[in-house]
T-cell receptor
Framework: NAGVTQTPKFQVLKTGQSMTLQCAQD?????MSWYRQDPGMGLRLIHY???????DQGEVPNGYNVSRSTTEDFPLRLLSAAPSQTSVYFC???????????FGSGTRLTVV | AQTVTQSQPEMSVQEAETVTLSCTYD???????LFWYKQPPSRQMILVIR??????QNATENRFSVNFQKAAKSFSLKISDSQLGDTAMYFC?????????????FGQGTILTVHP
């Protein structure tokens, strides 16, 4: 099993550019979510999904967009990149309960 | 809303010794899950141990164990016989059963360094 696959691993964007971070899981998990990790702040939830076609905002959703058309995929779109979006981004999936969450390997994004 | 607090930004321990990482949380829910994740320099998030709030017994996974004090809303991680490979950032996290499984709330993290 590949688990949770995130692409790309590294990305540099110019201010104002848009891009999509890809996330795919092959474990048939219902729940998927996106987090950003910043020094001293832990991981903060951006958006999450409890099933195909269902998404909701997390703690820091501004400037990001998501959709979930299939169980497997949960892409994160940056609409107009800003330097404040420089961060490490993680995608995670779960089937709930105490199984915990499986994380992707992360994307380091730098906006200049 | 849930909050998770890790008050120790950094900890260090000698190889083979025991170290305890602290975590407190706040929630109005009765049923929830608590987790400890390890993030080594590779950046990968690795689940270390999990605890369901309704279970009285403290969870144990090999050298890792927790001290779950529900009334005090405390969930500390004890690492016994520390190894160099335990050097990492450790995150405490929680999720509720009722509201949604789709989201975790994390603490700020504790950097643990194991010295030879």
């Amino acid at each position: 099993n590949a688990g949770v696959t995130q692409t790309p691993k590294f990305q540099v964007l110019k201010t104002g550019q848009s891009m999509t971070l890809q996330c795919a899981q092959d474990m048939n998990h219902e729940y998927m979510s996106w987090y950003r990790q910043d020094p001293g702040m832990g991981l903060r939830l951006i958006h999450y999904s409890v099933g195909a076609g269902i998404t909701d905002q997390g703690e820091v959703p501004n400037g990001y967009n998501v959709s979930r058309s299939t169980t497997e995929d949960f892409p994160l779109r940056l609409l107009s990149a800003a330097p404040s979006q420089t961060s490490v981004y993680f995608c995670a999936s779960s089937n709930g309960g105490d199984y915990g969450y499986t994380f992707g390997s992360g994307t380091r994004l730098t906006v200049v | 809303a849930q909050t998770v607090t890790q008050s120790q930004p950094e900890m260090s321990v000698q190889e083979a010794e025991t170290v305890t990482l602290s975590c407190t949380y706040d929630t109005s829910e009765n049923n929830y899950y608590l987790f400890w994740y390890k993030q080594p320099p590779s950046r990968q998030m690795i689940l270390v141990i999990r605890q369901e709030a309704y279970k009285q017994q403290n969870a144990t996974e090999n050298r890792f164990s927790v001290n779950f004090q529900k009334a005090a809303k405390s969930f500390s991680l004890k690492i016994s016989d520390s190894q160099l490979g335990d050097t990492a950032m450790y995150f405490c996290a929680s999720t509720t059963v009722r509201t949604s499984y789709g989201k975790l709330t994390f603490g700020q993290g504790t950097i643990l360094t194991v010295h030879p």
